[in-house]
């Protein structure tokens, strides 16, 4: 009796090899998260930009250091709050280094027109040529020029703060748009006089104007400014 158990549990196992190598279903890829799209904006890490979220938009240069902040204009009145939207650079290895302030990306809203009244939740992926608003993310609320943290366009089609987030009626000033730099690394900011998604209107590339470092539109495509962005820790 022995004997016969013995003999039954060889021939159990010497039929192993064969069952694992064809009487096994093929493995099967667990789900993973969703795909990122193709026009994704990426950020230094490789990851999809989502609205809600902190980044640097950091010089897409080698050797330049620095990112967006705001300045004083030229008023003569040095208490009255930063309102210009400028580019702080500097070249790699000087001390101090240029430095930015966090942004954060307020996409257009998906739902029907009518319900297009404030940002896209915190989960939404940041698209090429999608209208958003852009904030400044002010470390004191307190502050009370924190509350003047939104890119809008002036008169003179410069970007300075005093936008809101979300539609307004009539005013585009406060709406921009990202997309892959076509001249070489990193994106570029655009004014889009339009919130249409599929309108073949023109737009137009931010660059720097006035001869200095404030942003604004660039008519003639000169002196743009290309950006990556880097996730805010």
């Known amino acids: 009796m022995k004997t016969a158990i013995i003999l039954l549990v060889l021939s159990a196992i010497s039929f192993l090899p064969l069952a694992i190598s064809g009487g096994l279903p093929p493995l099967i890829r667990l789900p993973t998260k969703a795909d990122v799209p193709d026009n994704a904006i990426l950020d230094t890490a490789g990851n999809p930009v989502v609205a809600g979220a902190k980044y640097y938009a950091i010089p897409a240069l080698i050797g330049v250091e620095g990112g967006i902040s705001v300045a004083n204009p030229d008023t003569g009145n040095p208490s009255a709050c930063p309102t210009d939207v400028v580019i702080n650079v500097t070249l790699a290895g000087h001390q101090p280094p240029a430095v930015g302030l966090p942004l954060t990306f307020y996409p257009l809203k998906r739902e029907a ?82 919130l249409c998604l599929y309108c073949r209107i023109g737009y137009w590339h931010i660059g720097t104007v006035g001869g200095g470092y404030q942003l604004g539109i660039n008519y003639r495509d000169e002196s743009l400014y290309a950006f990556e962005f880097v996730k805010a820790g």
Do not use: H, M
């Open 113 to 194: 027109e009518a319900s297009r009244s404030a940002a896209a939740t915190d989960d939404d992926v940041i698209i090429s040529q999608y209208p958003l608003n852009v904030a400044f993310d002010s470390p004191d609320p307190s502050d009370p020029c924190a509350k003047e943290n939104v890119w809008k366009l002036n008169d003179e089609t410069a970007i300075v703060t005093g936008g809101v987030i979300g539609v307004v009626k009539g005013d585009l000033g406060n709406w921009f748009r990202i997309q892959k730099n076509f001249n070489g690394k990193g994106y570029l900011f655009n004014w889009w006089p339009s």
